[in-house]
């Protein structure tokens, strides 16, 4: 990330006034520096954040319920889910305290060198460290999702670890590289730092990066394709299963529009202004890899409360027209294990499934024992 300091602005000297009052830059033709009250786009990303952590909580909470109440049951992926979640909480902070202290949010041409101080850079930097492993955190949750989904499919096996390799490396690799690269060194301040030549060139890790994260990305939406297309259920299903996965394009979307206002960040001299419209896209990335995550526990919470009281069915001593009321929502794709249920089905109509269909089966459904009830399957043999 590339940060304006008093070195690499144009000088716009004003006679008779302190040097630590001078604007930093020259206003551009029809616009008027204004250091006493300067706009800031910096509210922008305060009712983003809100929205952000509105929606996490929200779907954490109800993840948790499905997971504790619902299914009682927890998975591999609930640790780093959690993880996760608290990362992009703290990530979050980060950029409301960094727009907070005035500097970021404004126009270069309304700020002062009085106004450049190490407090902002320090969270740049720190922004910037922690960007990696806060978004391989939410990728590994993911995976893992995946590969508890799909567990007995063998090559959902290798290509997600594969992933978690691959991007974990690359992460955690690119964080310490830019620390490297823009970390003061001996006495240099943090605003020093950030105006060397060598942090300079850390624009290009910047590109580098944005680009990796829209093919990884794209890389976790493909995934889950061929395995729900694998499935011996009907076409509607398999929309609805997609249509939850699916919306995870949100976040490649938002990750080709952080490139994009990262790159322009790093060749615009109004790079204080800039850098909102970026952490707004960092913002939504990491809040839609949370939904995402959450978005198989959204629909068994949908099923769940879709199925028939039984309780209240009993007290009704068979009513008819009740019954016919609570039919459950059969197609609402959901996920809890289909082996046990595709074997009750088997004992319910007195006939049981060979061998070879079972293997069929599980090979098709490509669920094992991890996708929850996925589809209310019919009778398949």
Excluded at 6 to 16: F, V
Excluded at 43 to 68: D, G, K, M, P, W
């Amino acid at each position: 990330m590339s940060t304006s300091t008093a070195e690499d602005m144009p000088s716009n000297t004003l006679p008779g006034v302190d040097p630590a009052d001078q604007p930093l830059a020259s206003p551009p033709p029809g616009q008027t520096a204004n250091l006493v009250h300067p706009a800031s786009n910096a509210y922008h990303a305060y009712i983003t954040a809100a929205i952000c952590i509105f929606l996490i909580l929200v779907f954490s909470i109800l993840r948790i319920y499905s997971n504790v109440y619902i299914r009682d049951h927890r998975t591999l992926d609930d640790y780093p889910f959690m993880l996760a979640s608290v990362c992009v909480l703290v990530y979050i902070s980060l950029v409301v305290a960094l727009l907070s202290k005035g500097l970021f949010g404004t126009h270069v041409w309304d700020l002062t060198l009085g106004d450049l101080r190490n407090t902002p850079f320090l969270l740049v930097l720190l922004l910037e460290s922690l960007w990696g492993p806060f978004v391989w955190f939410i990728k590994l949750s993911l995976f893992l999702l995946y590969l508890h989904l799909f567990e007995p499919l063998r090559w959902i096996k290798k290509v997600v670890w594969m992933g978690i390799v691959v991007t974990g490396l690359f992460y955690f690799s690119i964080t310490v590289a830019k620390l490297a690269m823009c970390a003061p060194r001996g006495s240099q301040t943090y605003i020093m730092a950030f105006s060397t030549a060598r942090c300079s060139r850390a624009k290009v890790l910047g590109v580098i990066t944005g680009a990796f994260n829209i093919v990884s990305d794209l890389y976790l939406l493909v995934i889950p394709i061929p395995a729900i297309l694998g499935l011996q259920v009907s076409t509607a299903r398999k929309r609805g299963l997609l249509a939850i996965f699916m919306t995870g394009f949100i976040a490649v979307i938002a990750s080709i529009l952080g490139i994009v206002y990262r790159i322009k960040v790093n060749s615009d001299m109004d790079d204080t202004w800039k850098i909102v419209p970026f952490y707004l896209a960092v913002l939504v990335e990491m809040t839609c890899g949370i939904v995402v995550i959450c978005m198989p526990a959204m629909a068994q919470i949908a099923r769940h409360r879709g199925r028939p009281n039984p309780g209240s069915v009993n007290r009704a001593n068979g009513n008819a027209n009740e019954q016919a009321t609570s039919i459950p929502m059969t197609n609402l794709p959901t996920f809890a294990g289909l082996r046990t249920k595709l074997s009750r089905g088997r004992s319910r109509h007195g006939h049981r499934c060979s061998d070879d269909s079972r293997a069929q089966i599980r090979s098709n459904s490509s669920s094992g024992k991890a996708l929850e009830e996925m589809t209310a399957l019919p009778e398949v043999c």
